[in-house]
């Protein structure tokens, strides 16, 4: 029933219960809703300077690019929800973090990277989330914004396409 509520199933027309599956509407809803919140929380990290965070998100970094090395995509899918998660609740913003959660941001975003276990997507994506680090680490804001942008612009292509 409660996943009912948060929309993530459907019944069927016989009975049964399914997981609802995505339209590229509900793609294109869910990148625009990351977008909101994703660069909100970017700058309010930025203004915190919080080197600790960035050490976090370097590690989480490591461990998303040895995840693909291995070939461990599930991992890696893990790793890239950890990587968003960690931007979100390094703002502080108990009420942030909530929302994202309440979204059911993460449970999607897992649910379209293990369908899209695509060697160049990972690779892409770890070249991404380390210059977004990497901005961050170095006063660059807007450019980790941008880097953002366009990391969310390509899943969302990508999702919709496979």
Known sequence: MRLSGERLVEYGEKGGCFVKKMTADD?????ELRELLEVGAL????????????????????????????????????ADVKFHEKIIEATGNE???????NSNIPLFHLKLGNALSH???????????RRIVDYLKNGKLKESIDTLLEHLDRGEKESIEF
């Open 119 to 129: 060697m160049d997507d990972y690779k892409q994506t770890d070249v991404e989330h």
């Open 43 to 78: 700058k309010i990290l930025f203004s915190k300077n919080n080197k600790q965070t960035i050490k976090e998100l370097e590690l989480i970094c490591e461990d998303f690019t040895s995840m693909v090395e291995k070939g461990y995509y599930g991992g890696a899918c893990e």
């Open 27 to 31: 793609i294109k809803d869910i990148r």
């Open 95 to 101: 009420r942030l973090l909530q929302i994202y959660h």
